[in-house]
């Protein structure tokens, strides 16, 4: 049986995939998914989301999907990992992206960008939807893809543009950006996402947890847990989960029934001496 049916819960409250039923939507989060379908509604082009690792913005992605998925009028494309060497091979990968029946045996780079751009007027126009492209991991994305995206942002009626394009990246992306002015400039919303505090923090723990079935009136961290897992992963979201994965495992294990203070420093000690030892190997 799984640790968390013997918990008395009906799904495991601290998987680190996406689900975006275990979205927590701390204020920063909320903040950013709003201004995003401010941003699409309105058709303004490129946003940007920028955060560390941990800060949650695969899944914000999968969330943000999740909002727009059921709504005609939009038309939601996604990539998640955007590792590619050649131009050509990015604009194969958004031709198939976009579902546009393009032969790859016969066609070329000009061919490729002539194809997308009808597609989003057939779109956009035509059709009178709003196509929007979301790239995870953008800081993955060399000079060329970037190069790409650009000219596509150059695609536009006298109203709106025509390609609503959403950046999800790690800091690291912001130098490459910096480097194409052009590009820089078309950006419409940068918001970064923070760390959660220490209120969120248990927020957010509360909120997995009923989400995977908790019953009130059972505590399974207590307030010098929180404060202790708060310390120690400063926030972020990713950290929390595997560390509160790691206490209730030891919680059913060690047959205790709640998670407290002496519990979650165990846990941190012993992941400092594993990470030490592997530092030493």
Do not use: W
């Not at 590009?183 to 248990?202: A, F, G, H, W």
């Amino acid at each position: 049986m799984s640790y968390y049916k013997i918990l008395g819960l009906d799904r495991e409250p601290f998987s680190t995939s996406p689900d975006p039923v275990f979205f927590y939507e701390s204020e920063e989060h909320r903040a950013a998914l709003m201004r995003l379908m401010v941003e699409i509604r309105l058709k303004r082009g490129l946003s940007l989301i920028l955060g560390d690792v941990g800060t949650g913005k695969t899944t914000l992605s999968r969330k943000l999907f999740h909002m727009l998925k059921e709504r005609e009028d939009i038309v939601f494309h996604m990539i998640l990992d955007p590792t590619y060497e050649t131009e050509e091979l990015f604009l194969d990968s958004l031709i198939r992206t976009f579902k546009i029946d393009v032969n790859p045996a016969t066609a070329n780079i000009l061919d490729y960008k002539e194809a997308i751009k009808k597609y989003l007027f057939q779109k956009g126009v035509e059709e009178n939807k709003i196509v929007v492209l979301l790239i995870d991991e953008a800081q993955k994305l060399n000079f060329l893809s970037l190069e790409i995206l650009r000219v596509l942002l150059n695609y536009e009626t006298n109203e709106f543009k025509l390609l609503q394009l959403v950046l999800l990246s790690q800091l690291e992306l912001l130098p490459k950006l910096k480097e194409m002015k052009n590009l820089m400039d078309r950006i419409n919303l940068k918001y970064v996402l923070n760390p959660l505090d220490e209120s969120e923090t248990k927020k957010m723990i509360e909120f997995r947890l009923t989400a995977a079935g908790y019953q009130p009136g059972i505590e399974f961290f207590d307030d010098e847990a929180i404060r202790e897992i708060y310390h120690y992963t400063q926030g972020y979201p990713r950290r929390i989960s595997m560390i509160c994965h790691h206490a209730l495992k030891t919680l059913v294990m060690e047959n205790k029934s709640m998670v407290d203070g002496a519990l979650i420093r165990g846990i941190i000690a012993k992941e400092s001496q594993v990470f030490a030892e592997h530092k030493v190997a």
